[in-house]
């Protein structure tokens, strides 16, 4: 552990880390901590941040959506800059995972919309229906991955009026326009995805909240490469390194896959459900109600770095930049280095 900072509220989503700092949503609000030592140096009460998944910093700005609106804050002085507000029970856009150039911000809807705002100001530059007028049962934006000059949206189609089946499709957009390139959706009635896709090369991979598939499809095309059926559902998004992907389910398995056909390197059983994970150097840390630390070549247990308890357990995603996992709790924000 390098350093520890309590923070008011549980820790949430993910934390954005920049050259001097590490910027972090709770419950109550959201802060900026030095990255060296983890001490405050500002706190912004927002609210509805304990539904965000993601925050970025872009510049001079902190970018993060929450319950009912996107906000851009300074990131010297947390002051709000501009905040876009939209209808809790229609349209909020604190499920999908967020995504950011130089200048636009790309935002998922509860009511199946991608937008791209300007950071400058909020303002939508332009806005495409994922849930197209065939989607009867209405659909949920999962997350958005950019790659060059295109978006690529994740997102769950409803196939029943209580949403019990449903599909998960990806859809490749022109991140300048928003025009649409491909769309991919899965067969049957029984995946979904609650994340933004991770590229593996020329490859989307995309975990499955549902079932407990592992999908990789073609970048260019939206034709599907290799689907894998594992041990439980994923919380949160597989993790990609050289031509391996790494990802951990709510049934307590932790699997390496090879990107290019699915099949199985390794495999090993965690102490719980698993809702994210990152590597860190020649490390897996694995957040479930701890952190678990495995070896990225075997899946061998190498430690916890933290351990859960009655009182405090891991609350946000895991977050490496630079050979350091960032994780939250229900208490405090937690900076560990790898080796």
């Known amino acids: 552990m390098i350093w520890s900072t309590p923070l008011v509220g549980f820790v ?26 983890g001490q405050p140096l500002w706190f ?32 010297a002085t947390g002051t709000l800059l501009w905040e876009r507000s939209f209808d809790v029970n229609k349209a909020s856009p604190d499920f999908a995972d967020l995504a950011a150039d130089d200048a636009l911000l790309y935002v998922g809807l509860r009511d199946g919309r991608s937008l791209a705002l300007a950071q400058s100001d909020g303002q939508i ?46 859809v490749a957009l022109d991140r300048r326009t928003g025009r649409e390139l491909w769309r991919y959706q899965s067969g049957g009635i029984d995946s979904g995805i609650g994340h933004a896709a991770v590229l593996a090369g020329a490859t989307l991979v995309v975990t499955d909240a549902y079932t407990g598939y592992v999908i990789a499809i073609d970048a260019a095309t939206g034709v599907e490469r290799w689907r894998r059926l594992l041990r439980g559902f994923f919380f949160g998004a597989p993790v990609v390194r050289g031509d391996t992907v790494f990802a951990a389910t709510a049934a307590s398995r932790i699997y390496a896959l090879a990107a290019s056909d699915g099949r199985t390197l390794w495999t090993g059983e965690l ?38 308890s009655a009182e405090e357990i891991v609350t946000s995603l895991v977050k490496v930049v630079e050979d350091v996992a960032y994780v939250g709790t229900n208490r405090r924000l937690i900076a560990f280095r790898c080796r």
């Open 12 to 37: 949430e989503g993910e934390c954005a880390v920049t050259s001097d700092a590490v910027y972090a949503a709770t419950d109550s609000g959201l802060y900026r901590l030095t990255r060296d030592a």
């Open 44 to 75: 912004a009460r927002v609210q509805g941040l304990s539904g965000s998944k993601r925050v970025l910093a872009r510049g001079n700005r902190v970018l993060t959506s929450g319950v009912g609106s996107v906000q851009a804050h300074d990131g």
């Open 125 to 170: 530059v332009w806005e495409h229906s994922i849930a197209t007028a065939a989607w009867s049962f209405g659909g949920l934006i999962g997350g958005s991955t950019i790659a060059g000059d295109t978006l690529y949206v994740t997102a769950n189609r409803y196939l029943s009026a209580n949403g019990f089946e449903e599909a998960a499709v990806v």
């Open 271 to 308: 102490d719980a459900g698993a809702t994210s994970l990152d590597v860190c150097r020649s490390e897996l840390f694995v957040g479930d109600l701890h952190v678990e630390v495995r070896s990225a070549s075997s899946g061998r247990r190498v430690g916890l770095a933290f351990e859960g």
